[in-house]
């Protein structure tokens, strides 16, 4: 059981997987997607206090949650490939820092325009909004690091300790409404309490999660299959597929 | 021990390690990451002299107060233990609201009312359509209007 998912370790086997699963994602979050935004913009009612501008949620709360899930995924893939030693996790840590930095990037900028007719300011430099620029900045960190090293297996050790580090700042972004008096508001839906939303605004909400989360998903295996073939290029699993070259 | 595991071994003490070093760190600047302060903690002189500061808190129910043809307001911010009143001039967020949260900068005068440079509406996590709200508004009625009485 354990050798047969071994296997998928190899980049050789795993990238046909992903390259049929990477459609399959990005369908699902098509439609996943147009669900949400209809739930969202036209089922769901207007906020008592906040009017129209509280459906900005519908894009700021999912893409904020893939933001910090993404680093951690990444720290997850970065801790197996300084452990194992394996091509393949830094590849995929590799592959899933550009998503994570486009969820953060988002959330950031969907913020300063919810913040802007709410609170009355584009930016405030309060713990919530500082660490998740800060997020942004590992991201772009950790993107850079391996763009000035030549050598992809030092690449790979280098930003993996990077990412390792950095993953502390994602349980300060989680706990920073908690932790201190911030200008951003606590949690509306968390594990340990019921939701203090109505139920067809958080029915929108989830609907864009879930295409946030497919939508990365598919990103970071197409992603992955350009890195699995930008690498190997010299190998012979992928040198003499006809039916590959057309894909690349 | 395999290499694979002390390498293992290594990279859980080194999290622990970051992990302990940061949480020393933010508990040094813990005055430094907070936002605002509350009313309490300023009359408790813990809020930093000398400088620009935040104070947070709700806008007390009939407390708001504009001065005739300027732009100038006067209104008390509380924690509901302790109340301070603040002057600001400007123009207030849309969201500013007697019994809605607030965030002022600005400094404390000798006469102990604050004068604000900036005012930001802090809003809550909670999201209901208006009929919700002013259901749970009605409920309330009979409850607020025995403790304003006071």
């Known amino acids: 059981m354990a050798n047969s998912w071994y296997r998928y370790a190899s980049p050789a086997s795993f990238h046909p997987v992903a390259l049929r699963l990477a459609p399959v994602f990005a369908l699902a979050a098509a439609i996943l997607a147009i669900a949400g935004l209809y739930v969202g913009f036209v089922v769901a009612p207007t906020d008592a206090t906040q009017g129209e501008a509280y459906r900005i949620i519908y894009v700021h709360v999912p893409t904020a949650w893939m933001a910090m899930f993404v680093y951690l995924v990444m720290a997850f893939w970065s801790a197996l490939a300084l452990g194992f030693n394996t091509r393949l996790s830094a590849m995929m840590a590799q592959a899933l820092a550009p998503t994570g930095a486009i969820m953060a990037a988002l959330a950031l900028w969907t913020g300063a325009f919810w913040g802007r007719p709410t609170w009355g300011t584009y930016w405030a430099w309060d713990a919530r909004m500082t660490s998740t620029l800060i997020l942004l900045f590992l991201y772009f960190g950790v993107m850079a690091l391996r763009g000035a090293i030549d050598d992809p297996r030092r690449a790979d050790r280098a930003c993996a300790i990077l990412t390792l580090v950095g993953a502390v700042n994602v349980p300060i972004i989680y706990f920073s409404v908690r932790w201190w008096n911030t200008l951003h508001q606590g949690a509306s839906v968390s594990l340990t309490a019921a939701p203090t939303m109505a139920k067809t605004m958080l029915a929108g909400m989830l609907l864009m999660t879930f295409a946030a989360w497919a939508w990365c998903i598919a990103a970071a295996l197409w992603r992955v299959c350009a890195i699995v073939v930008e690498r190997e290029r010299g190998a012979s699993w992928l040198a003499p597929d006809p039916a590959l070259k057309g894909v690349t | ?150």
């Open chain 2, 1 to 150: 021990m395999k290499s694979r595991h002390r390498r293992f071994a290594w990279i859980i003490a080194g999290l622990v390690a970051i992990g302990v070093a940061v949480a020393l760190v933010l508990n040094a600047f813990n005055s430094n990451l907070v936002f605002f302060y509350s009313p309490s903690q300023v009359l408790a002189n813990e809020a930093p002299v000398g400088r620009p500061f935040r104070i947070g808190g709700m806008v007390e129910q009939g407390s708001l107060q504009r001065e005739k043809d300027s732009l100038t307001v006067r209104f008390v911010v509380t924690d509901t233990a302790k109340a301070m009143t603040v002057v600001y001039t400007g123009l207030l967020p849309d969201l500013f609201k007697e019994g809605k949260g607030v965030v002022a900068q600005g400094t404390l005068g000798k006469d102990g009312v604050f004068r604000a440079s900036e005012v930001l509406a802090k809003h809550d996590e909670n999201y209901m359509p208006p009929e919700a709200a002013a259901a749970i508004e009605q409920a309330h009625k009979g409850g607020r209007m025995q403790s304003s009485g006071k």
